[in-house]
């Protein structure tokens, strides 16, 4: 048996024994050890409500942590989405003066196809009143009758005999006689001078 115990001496293990009984025995020490029993499931109650206070102390933390966490990265997304919102405003601004100056481009554009027109008009009227003198010119010259122009209301004008250095207003008007009657007065008028 000194084998299996390891080389401890018998007789030590038989004063321990004898020793532990004898605590055992006395009152005292079992009222000690009951105390002692009675503090230690008292403090393991006191140790055990301290850790499920710790423990959800330390869970609230966490909780309270990655709330935190979830609001920082909502935060960061709402500063990268603000930076995107900035980012399409511009563009969009950016989209606006294009369309802004492509429509400003297109109404020059339309603006100076109606100047051109406008221009080709006026040349056309100018060729066209350039006829018109030269023809009245030459009227003039054949009846040597130079007509008002200026009042519509009326046929009038001036007869002008430049061998004869005279010059005579005639008016006709237009709602007392017939054109043709107009006409055959006028052609009287010239011959008879």
Not at 49 to 70: G, N, P
Request: charged letters at 35%; glycine letters at 2%.
């Amino acid at each position: 048996m000194a084998d299996l115990l390891g080389g401890t001496n018998l007789d030590k293990l038989m004063s321990f024994s004898d020793d532990l009984v004898a605590v055992l025995k006395k009152q005292t020490s079992i009222h000690s050890l009951a105390q002692c029993l009675d503090e230690s499931k008292a403090l393991h109650t006191f140790s055990e409500a301290e850790f499920d206070e710790a423990h959800t102390q330390l869970e609230d933390y966490e909780r309270k942590i990655e709330e935190c966490k979830r609001k920082t990265q909502k935060a960061k997304l709402e500063v990268r989405d603000e930076a995107e919102i900035d980012l399409l405003q511009k563009e969009l601004e950016a989209e606006l003066e294009k369309e802004l100056i492509n429509n400003q481009i297109s109404d020059l554009e339309q603006r100076r196809g109606s100047v051109d027109e406008q221009i080709q008009l006026r040349k056309k009227l100018d060729r066209e009143e350039s006829r018109a003198q030269k023809k009245l010119s030459m009227y003039a010259s054949v009846t040597n009758i130079i007509p008002d122009l200026g009042d519509r209301s009326n046929i009038s004008g001036h007869i002008v005999d430049l061998d004869k250095r005279m010059v005579e207003k005639f008016e006709f008007n237009p709602a007392e006689s017939t054109p043709f009657e107009t006409c055959e007065s006028i052609w009287k008028l010239i011959n008879h001078r």
